[in-house]
């Protein structure tokens, strides 16, 4: 059992380029969120989905799409890379069992360290 | 979703017990206290969950008074290994409210340094 899992683990790009990074989890979630670590600094929540098919924006959008064509797969692109968008992405799912009556937490995967230069 | 206040940093030694302080004022009648723990280079991972009063796993407690207006994570007799960043996070899964979807919100954490 995997848990969630982020490739690339590394990357470098070069300012305007373009990539797309890739979160799987294999726990059946409905629910997966990509968020961004700079250094000396919380996490900030970029996108997320509810279930295949849908997206929805989060706290900093901005330079980012997303994509969740199977429920097992949360796409982050940059269309044009720019230096600020250099940190760590975090991928995170957790589960919509909303029988239970408090929160799920989230299971997160270990990061892509992306530099833009 | 509730902001938290929790220190930037503690400092303890191997085998004390540490309580790490989160205030969060404006906590919502639905909302659960939640606490991860982020090791460098890996992504946070879970460690409690309450709502009131007193919660106990294998790895720490939690303590929520009455008001739920702050709450208190106990890691009993810390290793070197406990070494790591602390987030208080509090929210409700708005699936359970008929609503959307979330996202938490992380501060910056308390940074716990674990000395010999």
């Known amino acids: 059992n995997a848990g969630v899992t982020q490739t690339p683990k590394f990357r470098v790009l070069k300012t305007g380029q373009s990539m797309t990074l890739l979160c799987a989890q294999d726990?059946?979630?409905?629910?997966m969120y990509w968020y961004r670590q700079d250094p000396g600094m919380g996490l900030r929540l970029i996108h997320y989905?509810?279930?295949?098919?849908?997206?929805a924006k989060g706290e900093v959008p901005d330079g980012y799409n997303v994509s969740r064509l199977k429920k097992q797969n949360f796409l982050l692109g940059l269309e044009s890379a720019a230096p600020s968008q250099t940190s760590v992405y975090f991928c995170?799912?957790?589960?919509?069992?909303?029988?239970?009556?408090?929160?799920?937490?989230?299971?997160f995967g270990d990061g892509t360290r992306l530099s833009i230069l | 979703l509730a902001k938290t206040t929790q220190p930037i940093s503690m400092d303890s030694y191997e085998g004390q017990e540490v309580n790490i302080t989160c205030s969060h004022n404006?906590?919502?009648?639905?909302?659960?206290i939640t606490w991860y723990q982020q090791f460098p280079s890996q992504g946070p991972r879970f460690i409690i969950q309450?709502?009131?009063t007193k919660v106990t796993n294998e790895v720490a407690s939690l303590f929520i008074p009455a008001d739920r207006k702050s709450s208190t994570l106990s890691l009993p007799r810390v290793s070197l290994s406990d070494t790591a960043v602390y987030y208080c996070?509090?929210?409700?899964?708005?699936?359970?409210?008929?609503?959307?979807?979330?996202?938490?919100?992380f501060g910056k954490g308390t940074h716990l340094i674990i000395q010999p």
């Open positions: 989905s509810v279930g295949e098919g849908t997206t």
């Open positions: 309450g709502y009131k």
């Open positions: 726990m059946n979630h409905e629910y």
């Open positions: 995170a799912s957790r589960s919509d069992r909303a029988a239970i009556r408090r929160d799920q937490p989230q299971h």
């Open positions: 996070l509090v929210g409700v899964s708005t699936i359970t409210s008929g609503g959307g979807a979330d996202g938490l919100t």
């Open positions: 404006n906590i919502a009648t639905n909302d659960y």
